[in-house]
C-alpha cells in the first residue's frame, strides 16, 4: 500500500536543482526544474555506474521534456518517468511527489 511521506520544506529545494532522500531505505531524487511548486521525484542511483549520484545531475529541456543528465556517464533521465534517453531498458524508478505545507513522496 502507498503513503504519502514527508520529506522537506519546498525551500529547501532551489530552483534548477535536485535534492536527495532517504524514503524507506531509498535513494530518491527531487527535482525542483523552475521558480514554482512542480517537482519530480526518481531514483538517485544511477544504474550505469551505480553511483548515487542523480540529484547533483544537469536539468535540461528536450522535445518539451525535462531531463536530468547524469554527474558520471551523462546518460540523461526523463523526470516525470525516468526512462533513460540512451538506453529505454536502463531506467530508473519514479514516483509522485507533491507540496502540501512539506514536499511529500508517495512510495
Not at 544537469?58 to 551523462?74: C, G, M, P, Y
Request: charged fraction near 20%; proline fraction near 5%; aromatic fraction near 6%.
Amino acid at each position: 500500500m502507498s503513503q504519502w511521506i514527508p520529506v522537506c520544506d519546498l525551500q529547501q529545494i532551489l530552483p534548477a536543482t535536485g535534492v536527495c532522500a532517504l524514503v524507506n531505505n531509498q535513494q530518491i531524487a527531487i527535482f525542483r526544474p523552475r521558480e514554482d511548486s512542480e517537482l519530480y521525484a526518481i531514483s538517485n542511483i544511477d544504474p550505469f555506474a551505480q553511483a548515487s549520484v542523480l540529484s547533483r545531475g544537469i536539468i535540461a529541456e528536450h522535445d518539451n521534456a525535462l531531463w536530468v543528465a547524469s554527474s558520471l556517464k551523462k546518460q540523461r533521465f526523463r523526470l516525470s518517468d525516468g526512462l533513460c534517453m540512451e538506453d529505454a531498458s536502463s531506467s530508473v524508478a519514479a514516483w509522485p511527489v507533491r507540496v502540501t505545507g512539506q514536499v511529500e513522496v508517495c512510495v
